[in-house]
């Protein structure tokens, strides 16, 4: 079959590689009906994520067809179509049973303290061959798994598979309730179903800031009010639409990649807050290598949380969905604390939240597919990759037909 294989950083290739084949009794395979490009993905195959294994396929966001199922495997029968959750969990331990699945004991090789097992991931997480393949084999396939409805179509539903759980997570750890103001921070597409969940959780405002022009018109589609980090500083526009008090609720949906500010106010203070950390890390190791002008990964990341903290009201709270790797340490806790701020992050519980928005897709309430902008075919599936990393106008999200 045909997938996508991660061989080295910048080096994706898409080959010929073995069917996948049912290894334990909780196995199924899928036949892969769509799968699509995350963010996550350009962290691995940017290296700002590292720890990949060459040869590891990689994807966690397909839709498809049962095609076998183990003997363990209850509730499918071949030829039922299903969207794939993109973290892996058993669902029978204490974790998995408690609701973070995102924790399961169970899933990943590496043990029970090994944290989030997902689909096309770095060595640490499983690695478990991914999704953008003609087929995959999916692990305990009863939690990793959700049918389908006929009323919902793949293009839908492939959205459900991690973007709009994630969101929705997202909303939940930053606890938004009834009248709050919320703050989303990245209107990617992971920020644009941001703003659709945590209007469903009871959300008077939203307020959207990002720095492209066609993401924040998506946003302005869903009436949230829109702030371009290139031409004012977020922070003041934040306090300035809020009375002075800020955001009740901030949802982080930017992660380690964060774009720069190229100019405005905000470019000037990263800047400096560049300098500042430049200085302290020649002090911490005076042998190190300047940054120069290079942007050094791990500078950039801490904005977004740096504008979280600073943009929340008073004792409000904030959700980090945005992805960070085991090292990055840039969280500005002295000011978080002085604040009274409360603050949750983590891995999305993609099997707690699938089935209850897959029922409001069925409703019409969401439909997950106003933010999907370009389609592949399958020769395209690199060429997809490198659009999607230049951000170029209008790439919110990209599906990808590998068969
Ligand atoms: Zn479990």
């Known amino acids: 079959m045909k997938a996508v ?61 049962v095609e076998a199922v183990g003997p363990a495997v209850r509730g499918f029968t071949p030829g039922d179509r299903v969207v794939v959750t993109s973290s892996i969990a058993c669902g029978a331990c204490s974790y998995c049973r408690a609701g973070y699945f995102a924790q399961c004991d169970t899933a990943n090789p590496n043990g029970p303290s090994a944290g989030t097992c997902f689909f096309g991931g770095p060595e640490a997480t499983g690695p478990v061959n991914g999704l953008q393949a003609e087929y995959a084999r999916v692990p305990y396939a009863m939690t990793s798994m959700v049918r389908v409805p006929d009323a919902v179509s793949d293009e839908q539903a492939i959205l459900l598979s991690d973007v709009f759980p994630t969101a929705w997570f997202g909303a939940r750890l930053a606890e938004v309730g009834d009248g709050d ?13 941001a703003i659709a969940s945590a209007k469903r959780c009871g959300a008077a405002r939203v307020i959207v800031v990002d720095g492209i022009a066609s993401r924040l018109d998506k946003a302005r589609e869903q009436n949230a009010e829109t702030v371009d980090f290139n031409a004012e500083d977020p922070v003041a526009v934040v306090r300035e639409l809020t009375g002075g008090i800020g955001a009740d609720r901030v949802i982080e949906a930017v992660g380690v990649d964060a774009e720069r500010p190229k100019t405005g106010p905000a470019a000037e203070q990263v800047e400096q807050w560049a300098d500042r950390f430049e200085q302290e890390r020649r002090q911490a190791a005076p042998d190190a290598a300047p940054r120069g002008d290079q942007w050094v990964p791990g500078d950039a990341p801490s904005l977004a949380l740096r504008w979280a903290v600073q943009a929340v009201a008073k004792a409000g709270s904030i959700g980090v969905i945005g992805v960070y790797p085991p090292g990055f340490d840039g969280f500005p806790i002295g000011e978080a604390l002085n604040r009274n701020l409360t603050l949750k992050m983590g891995n999305c519980h993609h099997r707690l939240y699938l089935p209850r928005l897959l029922d409001l897709v069925v409703s019409g309430t969401v439909d997950p597919t106003a933010f999907i902008t370009r389609r592949e075919e399958p020769v395209d599936a690199v060429s997809a990759y490198e659009s999607f990393d230049r951000r170029e106008d209008g790439w919110l999200k990209t599906v990808l037909e590998v068969a």
């Open 181 to 193: 103001t919320v703050l989303v921070l990245g209107a990617g597409v992971v920020g644009q179903f």
């Open 5 to 65: 294989v991660w061989h080295g950083v910048g080096d994706i290739r898409l080959d010929e590689v073995p069917d996948p084949k049912i290894l334990e009794p909780t196995d199924a395979v899928v036949k892969i009906t769509r799968s699509a490009i995350c963010g996550t993905d350009l962290h691995l195959v940017r290296g700002t994520i590292p720890g990949m294994v060459e040869g590891t396929i990689l994807g966690h966001e397909a839709v498809g067809v």
